[in-house]
């Protein structure tokens, strides 16, 4: 299974709503990631968890809360964001604390913020 | 910092080989992948660089000099289905910090 699920797919949310996108791997990876990217952009770094720790966050805005409750598992707690949060957001996993490792990606979540 | 730069668009004829090159200035660079990403889906994974030189993977082929921070992906006997965006993304910061460069979109003309 080397296989990142990404659900829902698509969403479509009211600036006041709270949402929650989730990703899940079952490759034993320790490193998850989430990305934002926008049409004929490339993928923006977000957040990675590294042990289920969060490691790095690229200064996102608290409008955006991850979350990992375990290794498998991996969200993004959505509230009250703006119509230019609107984008594909990506998760991705890979083997922590390698340097020789890919990242795979899951088909992503196709937010739009009404 | 982070700065990652490819050509926006390339065209290429079917059959031939096109090469799409990428710079970068990376701090605390560890190497370098290539991402193929078609529109609407996620990227894929095509090659890893740490080492200088090439790699070659079949019709795919990246090549990594860390001096002078290029890198460039190599595409032979182009198919249409090559037609996509390609990106690449320097891997730095403890092995966790993959960050993409602004993506070329080659488009496989007939």
């Known amino acids: 299974d080397t296989e990142v699920t990404q659900t829902p797919k698509h969403l479509v949310m009211g600036m006041t709503n709270k949402k929650s996108l989730k990703c899940e791997q079952h490759?034993?990876?320790?490193?998850m990631y989430w990305y934002k990217q926008k049409a004929k952009k490339p993928p923006e770094l977000m957040f990675v968890?590294?042990?289920?720790?969060?490691?790095i966050n690229e200064s996102v805005p608290s409008r955006f809360s991850p979350e990992c409750p375990n290794s498998s598992l991996l969200n993004l707690h959505l509230h009250a964001l703006q119509p230019e949060d609107s984008a594909l957001y990506l998760c991705a996993s890979s083997q922590a604390g390698r340097m020789n490792t890919e990242a795979f990606f899951g088909q992503g979540t196709r937010l739009t913020v009404v | 910092g982070q700065n990652i730069d490819q050509p926006t668009e390339m065209t290429a004829t079917e059959g031939a080989i096109v090469q799409i090159n990428c710079t970068y200035q990376t701090s605390g660079f560890n190497g370098l992948f290539w991402y193929q990403q078609h529109a609407g889906e996620a990227p894929t994974f095509l090659s890893y660089?740490?080492?200088?030189g090439l790699e070659e993977k079949g019709r795919f082929s990246s090549f990594l000099s860390r001096s002078k921070g290029y890198s460039y992906l190599l595409l032979k006997e182009l198919q249409m289905k090559d037609s996509a965006s390609y990106l690449c993304?320097?891997?730095?910061?403890?092995?966790?910090?993959?960050?993409f460069g602004t993506g070329t979109k080659l488009q496989v003309i007939p």
């Open positions: 968890y590294s042990y289920e720790k969060l490691s």
């Open positions: 993304a320097a891997l730095s910061g403890g092995y966790q910090k993959v960050t």
């Open positions: 490759m034993g990876h320790r490193a």
């Open positions: 660089n740490v080492l200088d």
